[in-house]
């Protein structure tokens, strides 16, 4: 079936590092891609999506391509705050259907 | 629009009594989703419902769990009898439909002692 999958956290980092969060899925069809995060006691918020292979999302310094070839959608950033300190997930979208598929998110924590 | 809003935001039950929670989703959206988070097994997709029908129900965990949307501003998640590990948090979403963003609420945290 649909999966997607994660790497573990948690991911600590200084400020202004650069970060990368690996994602991959497994999926038929051609999926929608997505990163959301989600902040302490919060529910999960968009943060980009990419809808079709090659596409590039991108929302507040985060990116992310659609790599057909390799079935990623990596998330990075090129300096990192301690306000970007939250979980995120890379979950997709089949066309058939409405649900998104979460992979297990990854604790982002950034020092000062 | 407020948003998805959800209700309770915290409960704390004791084992075998009735939970229920609720959702009304932001006004226009047609799909409803209900997760439950916790830390061992991630976000699971409990149940989402398009139109008001249950899709899809496959990730409810066993019968003590039901949901029901009466209309499309308004929906529910029962647990009866409720276990200490049904303990987590259930989140309910909305969206526009197939391929669009989820909206979430702010969750329901469920103690159950």
């Known amino acids: 079936g649909d999966s997607v999958t994660q790497m573990e956290g948690p991911v600590t980092l200084s400020e202004e590092a650069f970060l990368t969060i690996n994602c991959t899925y497994t999926?038929?069809?051609?999926?929608?891609l997505f990163w959301y995060v989600q902040y302490p006691g919060e529910g999960l918020q968009l943060l980009l999506k990419a809808t079709k292979a090659d596409d590039k999302g991108s929302n507040k310094g985060f990116e992310a391509t659609y790599r057909k070839e390799t079935t990623s959608f990596h998330l990075e950033k090129g300096s990192v705050q301690v306000s970007d300190s939250a979980v995120y997930f890379c979950a997709l979208g089949t066309s058939n259907t409405g649900k998104l598929i979460f992979g297990q998110g990854t604790t982002l924590q950034v020092k000062p | 629009d407020a948003g998805v809003i959800q209700s309770p935001r915290h409960e704390v039950t004791e084992m075998g009594q009735e939970v229920t929670l609720r959702c009304k989703p932001i006004s226009g959206h047609n799909s409803l989703f209900w997760y439950r988070q916790t830390m061992m097994r991630g976000l699971e997709l409990l149940i989402y419902?398009?139109?008001?029908?249950?899709?899809?129900d496959s990730g409810m965990p066993e019968d003590r769990f039901s949901a029901k949307m009466p209309n499309a501003s308004f929906s529910t998640l029962k647990i009866q009898p409720s276990e200490p590990r049904d303990s987590a948090v259930y989140f309910c979403?909305?969206?526009?439909?197939?391929?669009?963003?989820?909206?979430f609420g702010s969750g329901t945290q469920l103690s159950v002692l």
């Open positions: 999926a038929t069809g051609y999926p929608s």
């Open positions: 419902f398009n139109n008001n029908v249950p899709i899809d």
């Open positions: 979403a909305s969206s526009l439909g197939v391929r669009e963003k989820l909206f």
